[in-house]
């Protein structure tokens, strides 16, 4: 079992920054890709970026490329999604979502493949 916690959502204005956080606990954390999906009221929750267990790989969807970064801490058991330019359309709750199956070097991108999701996180973007 893995569990993961979100932190670091809020409110900000367009053009600002937010840097989330997702830790986790329970199976050792380099096995396993850790990826970011977001869901706005009344859709369908998307694929944001991910990154695999090692931390070499990373993967963004189109519309947060070069605004957001994906990283992570294996020793603090940590991945962190360091966010740019932020537009109100990026207003949603973001979860952190572990993906087993993939191994240590895969970082996919759909929502099934994903094993453990966190409680998620609320940003917000004024205009």
């Known amino acids: 079992q893995v569990q993961l916690v979100e932190s670091g959502g809020g409110l900000v204005q367009a053009g600002g920054t937010l840097r989330l956080s997702c830790a986790a606990s329970g199976r050792p954390f380099s096995g396993y890709a850790i990826a970011w999906f977001r869901q706005a009221p009344g859709k369908e929750r998307d694929f944001v970026g991910g990154i695999s267990g090692s931390g070499g790989r990373t993967r963004y969807a189109d519309s947060v490329k070069g605004r957001f970064t994906i990283s992570r801490d294996n020793a603090k058991n940590t991945v962190y999604l360091q966010m740019n330019s932020l537009k109100p359309e990026d207003t949603a709750v973001y979860y952190c979502?572990?993906?087993?199956?993939?191994?240590?070097?895969?970082?996919?991108?759909?929502?099934?493949?994903?094993?453990?999701w966190g409680q998620g996180t609320q940003v917000t973007v004024s205009s």
């Open positions: 979502a572990a993906d087993e199956g993939g191994g240590t070097f895969l970082v996919r991108t759909t929502l099934t493949e994903y094993d453990y």
